[in-house]
């Protein structure tokens, strides 16, 4: 993921609303590795270091 804003944290949660992972970068450029995610859809919700909230919804294949 990338972003012209740092990324101070990126939470994913499962369609149930649970928690899956959490990533604190503090970067402009983060990775999640999904690889024990299994099949469906999820929400990221990322918080950028001035305050802003971003919520994503992805797919994994």
Do not use: C, H, W
């Not at 402009?28 to 971003?54: H, P, Q």
């Amino acid at each position: 993921m990338k972003s012209s804003e740092t990324i101070s944290n990126i939470q994913v949660y499962d369609t149930s609303g649970r928690l899956i992972s959490t990533v604190s970068p503090n970067a402009k450029i983060a990775e999640i590795n999904s690889f024990s995610f299994v099949r469906g859809m999820y929400v990221m919700k990322i918080s950028l270091a001035k305050g802003e909230v971003i919520n994503k919804k992805v797919i994994k294949n």
